[in-house]
T-cell receptor, first 111, second 115 residues
Framework: KQEVTQIPAALSVPEGENLVLNCSFT??????LQWFRQDPGKGLTSLLL?????REQTSGRLNASLDKSSGRSTLYIAASQPGDSATYLC??????????FGTGTRLKVLA | DGGITQSPKYLFRKEGQNVTLSCEQN?????MYWYRQDPGQGLRLIYY???????QKGDIAEGYSVSREKKESFPLTVTSAQKNPTAFYLC??????????????FGQGTRLTVV
């Protein structure tokens, strides 16, 4: 059974720092991995999608990498800003077409 | 604009009452999903549908029911059999099983509270 874990559960950093969020999954047979952002009381906003054949994706200050063989993905946020404060979730989709989510990393960027 | 619309944003249910949460998408997506989110827990899958008139149970389907009569609509009914329905409910859609490398899009959620 696919399980997704995100470390750390919470993170607090000063503005301007570069930071890395981690996501690991137990079954490497995935079709894609997607990173989301969730603000309090809101739905999920898609940040980056990495297909199984890809190694990384970039969007602005965000870079996500995927290592299927080791069951890991990282989300790199450059030059963090207070507006980046949110919960970041990763999810994988595999053989049963279901998205399996991690429990998220709650990020707070201090001004 | 294309997207997923969930309504209502807030919903209050009395004990023993059935309530229905609406999810509509105009993205022409085949696949639709319902998730439940509780504080401190990840999203848990309730039901999903890969095509019209077909749907499958997720990990926590007990006490819930769905229908998929139209491609754009996937309503979720929380029945009186669901003993702890207070949660944040999220609906999502994606292109479909033939396009596994495509991303999922989420609605803004419905917060259900039992009163």
């Amino acid at each position: 059974k696919q399980e997704v874990t995100q470390i750390p559960a919470a993170l607090s950093v000063p503005e301007g720092e570069n930071l890395v969020l981690n996501c690991s999954f137990t079954d490497s047979a995935i079709y894609n991995l997607q990173w989301f952002r969730q603000d309090p009381g809101k739905g999920l906003t898609s940040l980056l999608l990495i297909q199984s054949s890809q190694r990384e994706q970039t969007s602005g200050r965000l870079n996500a990498s995927l290592d299927k063989s080791s069951g890991r993905s990282t989300l790199y946020i450059a030059a963090s800003q207070p507006g980046d404060s949110a919960t970041y979730l990763c999810a994988v989709i595999s053989g049963t077409y279901k998205y399996i989510f991690g429990t998220g990393t709650r990020l707070k960027v201090l001004a | 604009d294309g997207g997923i619309t969930q309504s209502p944003k807030y919903l209050f249910r009395k004990e023993g009452q059935n309530v229905t949460l609406s999810c509509e998408q105009n993205l022409n997506h085949d696949a639709m999903y319902w998730y439940r989110q509780d504080p401190g827990q990840g999203l848990r899958l309730i039901y999903y549908s890969q095509i019209v008139n077909d749907f499958q149970k997720g990990d926590i389907a007990e006490g819930y029911s769905v229908s998929r009569e139209k491609k754009e609509s996937f309503p979720l009914t929380v029945t009186s059999a669901q003993k702890n329905p207070t949660a944040f409910y999220l609906c999502a859609s994606r292109v479909g099983e033939g396009r596994l490398g495509t991303e999922a899009f989420f609605g803004q959620g419905t917060r259900l509270t039992v009163v």
